[in-house]
């Protein structure tokens, strides 16, 4: 094999990419979940390659009120060229792997994440002028208020919460890039060390699992708490005292986080969110405020700790700090597992 061409392996998985890359046109691409108590179904805004799906006409005639544009697949050139450019970045991939010198591989990748980072960069742009640019006229004004979904993640603007990530075409795109991305770094250190070189078959075997289980694995741990900007997700109030924080990770990955164990109880209790839709509670250590999980702390309750919403429960990580606390406050100590029943 000449030093300047890529592996078997690698010229098959750069075609298995660029075939999956079709895809992308005919799933969304992007999704922007809204929750609210008025809307206990949420509201989803999905984006493909050519059009807006989803709830739309909901959600613009909520825009309507905060003084928001309504949203309209037309208004956007973007739709007109995208599933081209999809198309484009697939005939490359296969391209290069036809061709099978390592310089198109290289090319294809680059020009690849330069589009990726274009593309995010065009829907932040797209985000922030839909978000700031405001009607003077608008039902309901609150100054210095934006409307900016965030570009991924979680963001609390008024009563809804806004939940922005990659949907199925999403991943399959993200996906592509990482697969060969890896190719490609495969076949720069087998030019740099060609003793280097794995195996290809036990390279095959990694990357075509690579997606799989990197689906299967959402956001892992705690999300910190943001002093004076994150708001209680039953209550609603500003968290501003990280000692009595806490939070619940959803199924999907949700990070909901809560000024007091009480209002997390609540929200649970109460009908807000199953709790068998739950994957992991974290409570703040009384002593560091850091996030750990509940399983793992000991609970004490005092009038005397005054907590934000009145549930008055400290957390501890060490035992010995519980113990130090005690001898402060006037107490009993309770049990996780009975308190979130």
Not at 2 to 20: D, E, N
Not at 269 to 298: H, I, N, Q, R, V
Request: proline share 4%; with cysteine; glycine share 8%.
């Amino acid at each position: 094999m000449k030093k300047s061409q890529m592996l078997a392996v690698h010229r098959i998985l750069l075609i298995v990419s660029g075939v999956a890359l079709l895809l992308v046109n005919y799933f969304p691409i992007w999704r922007i979940e809204l929750d609210a108590p008025q809307y206990p179904e949420g509201l989803e805004l999905l984006i493909y390659s050519d059009k807006l799906a989803g709830n739309v006409d909901i959600i613009n005639g909520l825009n309507h009120y905060i003084g928001m544009k309504t949203l309209h697949t037309e208004d956007f050139a973007e739709f007109s060229v995208l599933p081209s450019l999809i198309i484009f970045f697939a005939l490359l991939f296969v391209g290069a792997a036809v061709w099978g010198k390592r310089a198109g591989g290289y090319t294809a990748l680059a020009l690849f994440a330069l589009f990726g980072i274009a593309a995010m960069v065009d829907f932040w742009k797209w985000e922030y002028d839909y978000g700031h640019n405001l009607s003077p006229d608008a039902a309901i004004i609150v100054p210095g208020m934006s409307y900016q979904p965030p570009l991924i993640g979680f963001r609390q603007l008024l009563n809804f919460g806004a939940y922005s990530m990659p949907a199925a075409g999403g991943w399959i795109f993200i996906f592509t890039g990482v697969v060969v991305a890896a190719c490609m770094v495969r076949e720069w250190l087998a030019a740099r060390d060609a003793k280097r070189v794995l195996a290809g078959g036990r390279l095959a075997v990694m990357l075509l699992i690579l997606p799989a289980g990197a689906q299967s694995c959402g956001p892992s741990g705690a999300q910190p708490i943001q002093r004076g900007t994150d708001a209680c997700a039953h209550c609603k109030m500003t968290i501003s005292d990280l000692r009595f924080g806490c939070e619940m990770i959803s199924k999907k990955g949700r990070a909901f986080k809560f000024d007091d164990v009480k209002c997390l109880v609540s929200f649970v209790s109460e009908g807000d969110f199953a709790k068998a839709d739950a994957k992991a509670f974290y409570l703040a250590d009384f002593k560091t405020e850091t996030l750990f999980p509940a399983t793992e702390m000991s609970l004490m309750q005092s009038e005397q700790l005054r907590s934000p919403m009145g549930g008055n429960c400290a957390a501890f990580k060490d035992a010995a700090a519980l113990v130090e606390a005690q001898k402060q406050f006037t107490g009993t100590v309770v049990v996780w597992e009975e308190l979130i029943r």
